[in-house]
């Protein structure tokens, strides 16, 4: 299974949706898509990660590549609907700290627009 992504924006800012497999084949493109956004300070960059299947340590660089953006944006970073496996993976290797999570973009949009 290969992985694809696609973008959208909300009222706090881009939304990033990747399905499929997030891994050395597709990471590379997860990433130039992460490139690709606008993200200003103050705004709110989701990964919505609902779709994937399967993420390996390329995938895992490219969260960290989203946060990587994030924080050059002075913005925030939210993963939605971590798969329970890739959670799991990020607290082992002491990451998890890294990430706000939420169920749901909706979720997510919403505490942002909140704070």
Same mark, same amino acid.
């Given at each position: 299974?290969? &992985? =694809?992504?696609?973008?959208?924006?909300?009222? =706090?800012?881009?939304?990033?949706?990747?399905?499929?497999?997030?891994? *050395?084949?597709?990471?590379?493109?997860?990433?130039?898509?992460?490139?690709?956004?606008?993200?200003?300070? &103050?705004?709110?960059?989701?990964?919505?990660?609902?779709?994937?299947?399967?993420?390996?340590?390329? /995938?895992?660089?490219?969260?960290?590549?989203?946060?990587? +953006?994030?924080?050059? *944006?002075? *913005?925030?970073?939210?993963?939605?609907?971590?798969?329970?496996?890739?959670?799991?993976?990020?607290?082992? +290797? /002491?990451?998890?700290?890294?990430?706000?999570?939420?169920?749901?973009?909706?979720?997510?949009?919403?505490?942002?627009?909140?704070?």
């Amino acid at each position: 299974m290969s &992985g =694809t992504s696609s973008t959208r924006v909300t009222a =706090t800012g881009p939304v990033l949706t990747l399905t499929g497999d997030l891994d *050395a084949a597709t990471a590379p493109e997860a990433q130039r898509e992460l490139a690709r956004l606008t993200v200003a300070a &103050g705004q709110l960059l989701v990964v919505d990660l609902t779709a994937v299947a399967f993420c390996d340590s390329s /995938g895992i660089n490219a969260l960290i590549a989203a946060r990587n +953006i994030a924080v050059a *944006a002075d *913005a925030d970073l939210a993963l939605v609907a971590v798969p329970r496996h890739l959670d799991r993976v990020l607290v082992m +290797i /002491g990451l998890a700290s890294l990430f706000t999570t939420y169920a749901t973009v909706e979720l997510a949009v919403a505490d942002h627009a909140e704070r």
